[in-house]
């Protein structure tokens, strides 16, 4: 396991179209965190799941935005009826719910750059 | 919530010369401070980091410091080398380690 893989790298799409993105964490991390970087910007935080629960979304994260984590393992982030502003890379995170003292281990993947046109 | 603030967003530097990137936040319950390095076309990746109950941590030619009266932390690099050159972000978050809030990202350019 060399580290949080996502896909596609890449994905175009005609605006009113829906798209997916796949995550697969690092296999021991029981968190997995999808976070969102337009150009020029830092990452913003969009939603985060311990194993299979999705404890905490974004007002960012609208109802077009939907993520899931069924098995705990893989997850999906989807995005029905794209519009111009989704345009961004769309990056994954995972980490391990490890005690205070022994650090963070937040691991980004590469990121899916989504393009709406 | 948190607000991460960050300074400068382009910055260039001789090979050779020391860089230093400074921030600060907002919330006082943030206790962990990462920084990330990221280059074209890639995830951000965690060079350092330090806890709000440390006031500086060094790694080879890395540095951060923390201001935790004054909201304040930065990194500084010494001995800049070309392949330094990349986008440098500071983040905050709470002792959760659920949500990291980060800065808007400073482009370092280390000219050879």
């Known amino acids: 396991d060399t580290g949080v893989s996502q896909n596609p790298r890449h994905k175009i799409t005609k605006r009113g179209q829906n798209v997916t993105f796949r995550c697969d964490p690092i296999?021991?991390?029981?968190?997995l965190y999808w976070y969102r970087q337009t150009l020029g910007q830092g990452p913003e935080f969009l939603t985060y799941f311990q194993n299979e629960a999705q404890l905490e979304k974004s007002r960012l994260l609208s109802d077009r935005f939907s993520a899931e984590r069924p098995k705990g393992s893989f997850s999906t982030l989807e995005i029905q009826r794209t519009e111009q502003g989704d345009s961004a890379m769309y990056l994954c995170?995972?980490?391990?719910?490890?005690?205070?003292?022994?650090?963070?281990?937040?691991?980004f993947g590469s990121g899916t750059r989504l393009t709406v046109v | 919530g948190e607000n991460v603030e960050q300074h400068p967003s382009t910055l260039s530097v001789q090979e050779g010369d020391s860089a230093v990137i400074k921030c600060t936040y907002s919330?006082?319950?943030?206790?962990?401070f990462p920084w990330y390095k990221q280059e074209l076309g890639k995830g951000p990746q965690l060079i350092i980091d330090?806890?709000?109950?440390?006031g500086e941590k060094k790694d080879q030619r890395i540095a951060v410091t923390l201001n935790k009266t004054a909201k304040h932390f930065s990194l500084h690099i010494t001995e800049t080398q070309p392949e330094d050159s990349a986008v440098y972000f500071c983040?905050?978050?709470?002792?959760?380690?659920?949500?990291?809030?980060f800065g808007i990202g400073t482009k370092l350019q280390v000219i050879p």
């Open positions: 296999s021991e991390h029981n968190r």
């Open positions: 919330d006082s319950a943030s206790n962990y």
């Open positions: 983040a905050a978050t709470d002792g959760g380690y659920q949500k990291v809030t």
């Open positions: 995170a995972s980490s391990q719910n490890r005690r205070r003292d022994r650090g963070f281990g937040y691991t």
């Open positions: 330090i806890r709000s109950n440390v």
